[in-house]
Nanobody, 124 residues
Framework: QAQLIESGGGLVQAGGSLRLSCAFD????????LGWFRQAPGKEREFVAA????????NYAESVKGRFTISRDNVQNTLTLQMNGLKPEDTAVYYC?????????????????WGQGTQVTVSS
């Protein structure tokens, strides 16, 4: 079964940084766009960032533009989300996902495989 495994979550103070990683099955997802979503308590899962399979095209949610950076290493089969300037409203479970196609999709319906999630908590 194809896998996506997140790591790197934790507790950080507002203004701090965290780096999330997602190890993906390179044989299965070598031609897929990859993305990050998040879900806060009581809220729906929302798009955060996405990257096309060649790595050249990215999309970001307005709320994280200028603070978060998505990247992928197709040799190490790792997707990364660098999060700077964290705010309490960034608190959520963050999920790595693989898109149906090669593009940097922004909608949940564009993704077929999901990781288990990693908790990010930002204290004020």
């Amino acid at each position: 079964q194809a896998q996506l495994i997140e790591s790197g979550g934790g507790l950080v103070q507002a203004g701090g940084s965290l780096r999330l990683s997602c190890a993906f099955d390179g044989r299965t997802f070598s031609n897929n766009g990859l993305g990050w979503f998040r879900q806060a308590p009581g809220k729906e899962r929302e798009f955060v960032a996405a990257l096309a399979w060649r790595g050249g095209s990215t999309n970001y949610a307005e709320s994280v533009k200028g603070r978060f950076t998505i990247s992928r290493d197709n040799v190490q089969n790792t997707l990364t989300l660098q999060m700077n300037g964290l705010k309490p409203e960034d608190t959520a479970v963050y999920y790595c996902a693989a898109a149906r196609g090669a593009y940097a999709a922004t909608g949940r319906s564009g993704y077929t495989y999901w990781g288990q999630g990693t908790q990010v908590t930002v204290s004020s």
